[in-house]
């Protein structure tokens, strides 16, 4: 339990699911390539985050519906309030969860199917054929 608890913590504080010092994102919205600690490449293939954008959105959709079905059936509140109060909703709460799914759905991913091989750049750069 103790390593589920390890990768959530990973995701829940953005850090790289393989050696959690690395940050994960680079600015608001922008993802690092890979981890500037220990070079993971965090996209291991493309439409990796396929996965991620589907709980960014069914977790939106669920709070929204949540919030507006409790609203929409109590008759005292006008139906204009409920509209003005709840229909940013649905484009607001997947921006805000855009981070928190990527860096959750990485350590799940790392959690559940950790990665056989972790390819690590080279430490020196091969000599030119020039120099030999």
Do not use: Q
Not at 35 to 46: D, N, S
Not at 75 to 91: G, K, M, Q, S, V
Request: charged fraction near 20%; glycine fraction near 4%.
């Amino acid at each position: 339990m103790s390593r589920f608890f390890d990768f959530f913590l990973r995701g829940l504080f953005f850090r790289c699911p393989v050696c959690a010092r690395g940050k994960i994102f680079a600015g608001v919205f922008k993802l690092h390539e890979e981890c500037p600690v220990c070079h993971f490449k965090f996209e291991r293939e493309e439409g990796y985050f396929s996965s991620s954008m589907a709980i960014n959105l069914v977790l939106s959709e669920l709070i929204v519906t949540a919030v507006v079905l409790p609203l929409a059936a109590n008759t005292r509140i006008p139906i204009i309030d409920t509209l003005l109060w709840c229909a940013p909703l649905p484009f607001v709460l997947p921006l805000l969860f855009y981070r928190h799914s990527r860096s959750m759905w990485m350590s799940m991913d790392h959690y559940m199917n950790p990665p056989r091989s972790i390819p690590r750049p080279p430490t020196a750069l091969p000599e030119s054929p020039e120099k030999r």
